[in-house]
């Protein structure tokens, strides 16, 4: 992953920060972004027993929803005004499970294209990694 990421110019990181607002699945889990860059996001999410399986682990399924928005978010930085995007693929690890405290999604994009563009994730749990992916996005033609 990254290690220096670069800032956001104010009026873009204003932008995407009112997409996130505005996304209903970030609402529900509880989902936070503490840092978004070019190219890269950081979010958060603390375990909640709404959102734990049948045995009281975080569901697999939340977990890489957490790591897709990330990818997504990130890519975000990257694309035109109005310019949209879909995940196609998504291919992730689960490493490790988690039962209580908060999980981490770093996630950075490797590949900017013109029609598919891959992004990469970390899940972590502090120091521990709990999962690690891609994600593979096509650009949708405007209407």
Known sequence: MKTAIEPLPPELEASIRKRLAANPFIKFVGIQVPQLGRGFARFLLPFKPELANSIGLLQGGVIAALADEAVAFALYSLVKEGETFN???????????????????????????????????????????????LCTYIHLAKK
């Not at 999980?103 to 690690?132: C, D």
């Open 87 to 133: 995940t196609v693929e998504m291919k992730i690890n689960f490493l490790a499970a988690v039962q209580e405290g908060e999980v981490e999604a770093v996630a950075q994009i490797a590949k900017r294209g013109r029609t598919i563009s891959l992004g990469e994730f970390e899940v972590r749990q502090g120091e521990r990694l709990v999962a690690k992916g």
